[in-house]
Nanobody, 122 residues
Framework: QVQLVESGGGLVQAGGSLRLSCAAS????????MGWYRQAPGKQRELVAV???????NYADSVKGRSTITRDNAKNTVLLQMNSLKPDDTAVYYC????????????????WGQGTQVTVSS
């Protein structure tokens, strides 16, 4: 079974920085993309940033220029560095793995982490 385990959330003051980490455990052959979503109270879950296996990245406009997503394919980890944090960044952040295959002939499926809380105080 594949699990995505997030870490690095917490409480930070506005203008501060956080680095979120997601590690995929279990036997993984490949994955298409890995990324981060977030969900604030009363709002829908939204994409924050995603990186493909080839290294292409995409960011939400709200975090573009303030965030950097990177992945280590060999270690099946993805990092999200967030700077100049704002109170609007407060949300539960979820790691997402798209098209994860456990073996070369296995069917791909998507996985979600359990979420980590990020709170930005003003």
């Amino acid at each position: 079974q594949v699990q995505l385990v997030e870490s690095g959330g917490g409480l930070v003051q506005a203008g501060g920085s956080l680095r979120l980490s997601c590690a995929a455990s279990g036997s993984i052959f490949s994955s298409n993309a890995m990324g981060w979503y977030r969900q604030a109270p009363g709002k829908q879950r939204e994409l924050v940033a995603v990186v493909t296996s080839g290294g292409s990245t995409n960011y939400a406009d709200s975090v573009k220029g303030r965030s950097t997503i990177t992945r280590d394919n060999a270690k099946n980890t993805v990092l999200l560095q967030m700077n100049s944090l704002k109170p609007d960044d407060t949300a539960v952040y979820y790691c997402y793995g798209e098209g994860i295959r456990r073996c070369v002939v296995c069917n791909p499926r998507d996985y979600w982490g359990q979420g980590t809380q990020v709170t930005v105080s003003s």
